[in-house]
């Protein structure tokens, strides 16, 4: 009789652990912890999750243009039909625009691309390390893209009156003693303060959850004060579609480089508070 070797035990390779859950295995977790995952880290809103680029970006375009048509239609029915009541405007607008936003971020579309809605939020994402860079221009120019779209079907659906003051496809305008440099200021103060308090709420799983109805109440604040006085824009798509479509260009830059700068700003200074990741 022939005695062969019992096989050696086979000893399993160390590796990420794989959890099962309710819907099939999970995936092993990011070094940044349960709650910075890749669906946590390449979006904005609480349940932003990853996938192809292009359906991110076409929900991008399709809920800034969304956006911008009900902010034009808003906006022709505050300012038309009564023009002496101007002074509840800018609060009534900044709610309607901070009630969207808090509701398109937690939509479907929302909750696939991020909801971010504003180039300015996608370069302060990137720059906080939570956005990959090589999507910063997809997103910009869907975003872009959307608001012109936006603009451009509220003027096919309400009429010539849209384009004619004092609605004017819904252009923000500074009151006119603020200058271009103050203009600025106060567009790229707003945008570092946004992003100081965008690191602060995705450091913290609770955080993530009140991100939407943080950002709409903060977006209809900034309307409701600095409406009558810088435009309070505080997002380039905001203002691109409407002032292309207006012919008011004038200051157009304004409103696009200081929330640039002010992303770039904040996401510096939460950098130095320990509340920034390094970009991806």
């Given at each position: ?166 609605v004017r496809h819904a252009s923000v305008r500074a009151d006119p003693a603020w200058g271009d ?35 709409g109440l903060t977006t209809a604040l900034v309307i409701g004060v600095l409406g009558p006085l ?51």
């Amino acid at each position: 009789m022939t005695l062969t070797p019992a096989p050696e035990p086979v000893v399993p390779r160390p590796g990420p652990e794989i959890r099962p859950t309710a819907v099939g295995p999970r995936s092993p977790e990011s070094p940044h912890g349960p709650d910075a995952g890749p669906g946590r880290d390449t979006g904005y809103g609480p349940d932003a999750g990853p996938g192809p680029l292009l359906p991110r970006a076409v929900c991008e375009a399709a809920l800034t243009a969304l956006l911008l048509f009900l902010i034009v239609t808003a906006v022709r029915w505050l300012v038309g039909p009564d023009p002496g009541a101007a002074a509840a405007r800018p609060a009534v607008l900044g709610a309607v625009v901070g009630t969207l936003l808090a509701l398109f971020m937690v939509s479907p579309p929302g909750r696939c691309s991020g909801g971010h809605l504003n180039p300015a939020v996608t370069l302060a994402l990137w720059r906080l390390g939570v956005f990959p860079g090589r999507e910063v221009v997809p997103y910009a120019v869907a975003q872009l893209a959307g608001s012109v779209f936006g603009v451009w079907c509220a003027g096919l659906v309400w009429g010539p009156v849209t384009g004619r003051p004092p609605v004017r496809h819904a252009s923000v305008r500074a009151d006119p003693a603020w200058g271009d440099a103050a203009v600025l200021a106060a567009e790229a103060g707003v945008l570092a303060g946004a992003t100081l308090m965008l690191a602060a709420l995705l450091a913290s799983p609770g955080g993530r959850r009140v991100l939407p109805y943080a950002v709409g109440l903060t977006t209809a604040l900034v309307i409701g004060v600095l409406g009558p006085l810088s435009g309070g824009s505080a997002n380039p798509a905001r203002q691109f579609g409407p002032a292309l479509l207006a012919g008011d260009t004038g200051r157009l830059w304004v409103y696009v480089l200081g929330p640039a700068l002010g992303a770039v700003l904040g996401a510096w200074l939460a950098g130095r508070t320990g509340l920034r990741r390094p970009p991806r």
